[in-house]
């Protein structure tokens, strides 16, 4: 079973017709996947340690970044590393941060 609805909305307006789509996802399982593990660490810092998971962003939280900054996907291909910390330091994807030693404050 899909976890994402699209919602397509026609209004017409002075200059013609508006195509409105929205889609959302349901990333519950993916927020609790993400508490697990920061809880599993107890929020101690995984620098230097074999495992380094910084954060578990799902498919759909990185398109909502992408259109909220206006990043192509080729932009964020080509720059993970900046846009990666950039999502990390986004209050609104705080949730799946699994370590915020690396979040700036």
Do not use: C
């Not at 994402?4 to 990333?27: M, W």
């Not at 080509?78 to 949730?95: N, V």
Request: aromatic share 10%; hydrophobic share 40%.
């Amino acid at each position: 079973m899909s976890r994402s609805k699209v919602d397509i909305a026609v209004t017409k307006d002075v200059s013609g017709y508006t195509l409105f789509v929205e889609k959302t996802t349901d990333v519950t399982k993916e927020l609790e996947e993400a508490a697990a593990i920061r809880n599993e660490i107890g929020g101690q810092s995984t620098y230097g340690k074999a495992m380094r998971h910084l954060a578990h962003f799902p498919a759909a939280a990185i398109t909502a970044y992408l259109h909220a900054y206006d990043v192509t996907a080729a932009e964020f291909d080509q720059d993970k590393t900046k846009h990666i910390k950039r999502m990390m330091a986004d209050p609104d994807l705080q949730a799946f941060v699994i370590n915020p030693y690396f979040t700036k404050k």
